[in-house]
T-cell receptor, first 112, second 115 residues
C-alpha cells in the first residue's frame, strides 16, 4: 500500500529560489528515500536517510526526518531549471522485506 | 554497468492482443520489482522477486497479468489479453538484497498503449 504522502503536490518557483517538499508516513520505518523523475524517464534515487538520522545533505539537497511526527522534508537549494521534475518519497514500511512504498509524487517546476 | 534495461520502450497494441514486457536487472541485484504508473493511480507495485522467486504478487491486477523470472538476469511481465485500461508506463527496478528497503534502480520504462 502507498504510505508516503508528499505535500505540496505541485510547486512552481523561480530559478535560484529554494524548493521544499514534505512527506508523511504512517508506520515505523527503517529508512526513507527520495527519488526524482524527469518527464518520460524512470525514477532516480537521490538520497536515503535512516531512522536514527535527523538530517542529511547531498550537494544542494537537504533531507530531514522526524520519526516522532512520521514526516520528512526535502529541500533543494538554489534551484535550477534542470531540477524541474517530480519528486517521490518512499519508505520501507518496516515490514522486514525489500519493498518500498512510494508516495504520489510532488511536481516541481523551476522557471528560468 | 548499463543499468536496468527494459524493452520495448514503447508498445502500441490492440485490445485482446498479448503483450510481453522485458527487463534485465543490474548484475548482482537479487531483488526485482515491476511497477505500473498512471496519472490516476500513481506508481503501483505489481510484483517483486527475491532470488528469482516471486515474493509478493498482491499488486497484480488480475489473472490477465503474469510475471516470470527464469534466471537472475531476465524477467518478463505478460498481459494476456490486453485491455485499454492497461495503458500505462511499466517500470522495472532492481536492488541489492536486504530487509530494510534498499535503494532501487529503475529502468527507463515501457509506455504501453492498448487501443
Amino acid at each position: 500500500s502507498q504510505q508516503g504522502e508528499e505535500d505540496p503536490q505541485a510547486l512552481s518557483i523561480q530559478e535560484g529560489e529554494n524548493a521544499t517538499m514534505n512527506c508523511s508516513y504512517k508506520t515505523s520505518i527503517n529508512n526513507l528515500q527520495w527519488y526524482r523523475q524527469n518527464s518520460g524517464r524512470g525514477l532516480v534515487h537521490l538520497i536515503l536517510i535512516r531512522s536514527n538520522e535527523r538530517e542529511k545533505h547531498s550537494g544542494r539537497l537537504r533531507v530531514t526526518l522526524d520519526t516522532s511526527k512520521k514526516s520528512s522534508s526535502l529541500l533543494i537549494t538554489a534551484s535550477r531549471a534542470a531540477d524541474t521534475a517530480s519528486y517521490f518519497c518512499a519508505t520501507d514500511a518496516g515490514e522486514g522485506n525489500n519493498r518500498l512504498a512510494f508516495g504520489k509524487g510532488n511536481q516541481v517546476v523551476v522557471i528560468p | 554497468d548499463a543499468g536496468v534495461i527494459q524493452s520495448p520502450r514503447h508498445e502500441v497494441t490492440e485490445m485482446g492482443q498479448e503483450v510481453t514486457l522485458r527487463c534485465k536487472p543490474i548484475s548482482g541485484h537479487n531483488s526485482l520489482f515491476w511497477y505500473r504508473q498512471t496519472m490516476m493511480r500513481g506508481l503501483e507495485l505489481l510484483i517483486y522477486f527475491n532470488n528469482n522467486v516471486p515474493i509478493d504478487d498482491s499488486g497484480m491486477p488480475e489473472d490477465r497479468f503474469s510475471a516470470k523470472m527464469p534466471n537472475a538476469s531476465f524477467s518478463t511481465l505478460k498481459i494476456q489479453p490486453s485491455e485499454p485500461r492497461d495503458s500505462a508506463v511499466y517500470f522495472c527496478a532492481s536492488s541489492l538484497p536486504g530487509l530494510a528497503g534498499e535503494v532501487q534502480y529503475f529502468g527507463a520504462g515501457t509506455r504501453l498503449s492498448v487501443l
